[in-house]
């Protein structure tokens, strides 16, 4: 399996959501809106998928405690709390790509022939070594007995040389499943969490038979792209917009910690045990006087060095360091200060620069040096998918603007980024980096390929809606010009203009007026 990404999540009756919400994603992904719309139910709908895929117990279909925490799925269902009756339950639906390795699917390799025609997926009569497949989950959510569960799960592959679906329905006792809506009373399903796996009795089903096919048809179409997306949503990393205060001493990390922390609580212990090993990543993108400079030279050096490279390149002047102190601990300094003594600023900031180079999928291995960015991409067996909330909280105007140099550099180099954010500076950068890019440049054309801006805003009724934008060459925002967002620092430097032209002069205003509304400028007579 290779690069594994999701392209897509559907959700319906979930929280503000109640009619279906289609979002496709794209490597670089802005969520923007106002306070309270559903902005975070978006990223929320992995949270719980991820969360569940990390409960011990395999056999909890759908967990409610962790990032995501819930006294029950009412709770979580769209209109339910008044509602008496038994609720339409939410639904979702991820979309996601996989390179599958088919050489060592089937041993012995079955009749191809029979396979085909009785699974209806054409392009495995000639069995190609490997194939991109886009497969989608869908889970119907429901309360089981009193238990939070999944009565119906829906697997589809899209490719058009064969498309096919899996339906299981969890309702049945036992556990029924269908192929391309046909009854498949032999095959057996077992679930790891909402994840299924089948099974058959090779003795009983024989290999001519139709069920048998359905179940070869499966491993090759289905269960690599499972297992890819198990592992997918397990290795995402998620930071929220809080942060934990920093204490003047540390304790040692005992253990390495495999993640940074919801709130950036292990991104000091990560730093103080890593900071040696080699990490990567693509310097950030750099305003130059004739445009934009990007590289396409991936850099390795050392986790410490390579924090301090991207701080800097975000304007923060104050070096990270960790100072050991034996047998009790370590500290945390910022250009030679406790991390207890700066601002919220700087300790808000270091877990997003880490959370992204941690996301490197060739993380802690390798040597220092450069190393061309196609080498970089074809070296990654997998694509990073990070989730960050309000990164750009408690920073500087400027060094919000640069998130954005940070989030395409990361973009660009295998991590699929999907923010939540309130800022218009990282919004009207993205904007001023795909102006200020060449025409049909490269940074240019992957600007408008690669990044979407998702709007989400509340009807009357208080349901959510989400609408996708994409950059223009130009450097505006297509098909949608958020309401209240990137127009607010205009409308105000608009009114501070004109309140100062009424203030020097009311005749000079009144002319002003004239040619904001339309009105063919008057030139001055000749002395």
């Known amino acids: 399996m290779n690069n594994s990404r999701l ?65 029950n799925l009412r709770e979580l269902t769209t209109d339910s709390p008044t509602a008496e009756a038994e609720p ?34 054409k392009w495995l009569r000639e069995l190609p070594s490997e194939r991109i497949l886009k497969t989608s989950i869908k889970l119907y959510m429901a309360e089981l007995g009193g238990a939070t569960g999944i009565s119906r799960i829906v697997l589809k592959s899209h490719d058009p040389e064969g498309p096919c679906t899996l339906d299981i329905n969890l ?6 499943c269908w192929w391309n809506g046909r009854a498949a009373p032999a095959i057996e399903i077992e679930l790891d969490h909402f994840i299924p796996y089948l099974h058959i009795d090779q ?42 205060p920093p204490p003047s001493l540390y304790r040692a990390a005992q253990a390495d910690p495999s993640d940074i922390g919801v709130s950036g609580e292990f991104a000091a212990q990560l730093l103080q045990r890593r900071k040696n090993d080699i990490v990567h990543f693509l310097p950030l993108p750099r305003l130059a006087d004739d445009g934009v400079e990007i590289s396409d030279t991936i850099r390795s050096m050392p986790m410490v060095e390579a924090v301090n490279d991207i701080m800097k390149s975000l304007s923060i002047d104050a070096p990270v360091s960790v100072r050991d102190i034996e047998h009790i601990g370590f500290q945390l300094k910022f250009g030679g200060i406790s991390a207890s003594h700066v601002g919220r600023g700087l300790n808000h900031i270091l877990p997003v620069v880490e959370v992204g180079l941690f996301a490197d999928p060739l993380r802690f291995s390798g040597a220092c040096g450069d190393l061309p960015l196609d080498e970089y991409l074809a070296s990654c067996s997998t694509t990073a998918h990070v989730l960050l909330e309000e990164p750009e909280a408690h920073t500087h105007p400027k060094v919000a603007s640069r998130l954005a140099h940070l989030f395409v550099s ?31 440049s490269p940074l240019e054309k992957w600007l408008v390929e690669n990044v979407a801006i998702l709007n989400v805003e509340q009807d009357d009724n208080h349901h959510a809606t989400v609408s996708t934008s994409r950059l223009t060459p130009e450097g505006n925002v297509s098909d949608l010009w958020p309401a209240d967002f990137m127009d607010e620092a205009t409308n105000e430097e608009s009114a501070i203009y004109y309140a100062q032209l009424e203030k020097s002069s009311p005749d000079a205003l009144a002319d ?3 040619l904001k509304e339309g009105a063919e400028p008057v030139p001055d007579e000749a002395p």
């Open 7 to 71: 392209t897509a999540v559907c959700i319906e009756r979930f929280k503000a959501f109640r009619d279906p919400a289609r979002i496709d994603l794209k490597p670089l992904t802005i969520i923007i809106g106002r306070n309270n719309v559903g902005k975070s139910t978006l990223i929320q709908s992995l949270l719980l998928l991820k969360q569940t895929l990390q409960n011990p117990r395999s056999e909890v279909m759908l967990s409610l405690e962790g990032f995501l925490d819930a006294f």
């Open 88 to 121: 339409a339950w939410p639904v979702f639906e991820l979309e996601w790509e996989t390179k599958v390795d088919l050489r060592s699917v089937f041993s012995p390799v079955p009749d191809l022939e029979n396979l085909v025609n009785r699974s209806g997926v």
């Open 171 to 176: 309702e049945d006792t036992p556990w029924s």
């Open 203 to 244: 003795k009983i089903v024989g290999p001519r038979l139709t069920e048998r096919a359905y179940y070869n048809a499966y491993l090759a179409v289905f269960k690599q792209p499972l297992q890819a997306l198990q592992e997918l949503l397990l290795n995402s990393q998620y930071l929220g917009s809080s942060r934990v």
């Open 410 to 440: 990361l973009a660009q180099s295998n991590r699929r980024v999907i923010v939540e954010t309130h800022s218009d500076h990282m919004v009207r950068r993205l904007r001023g980096l795909i102006a200020r890019a060449g025409a049909n």
């Open 512 to 514: 002003a007026v004239e």
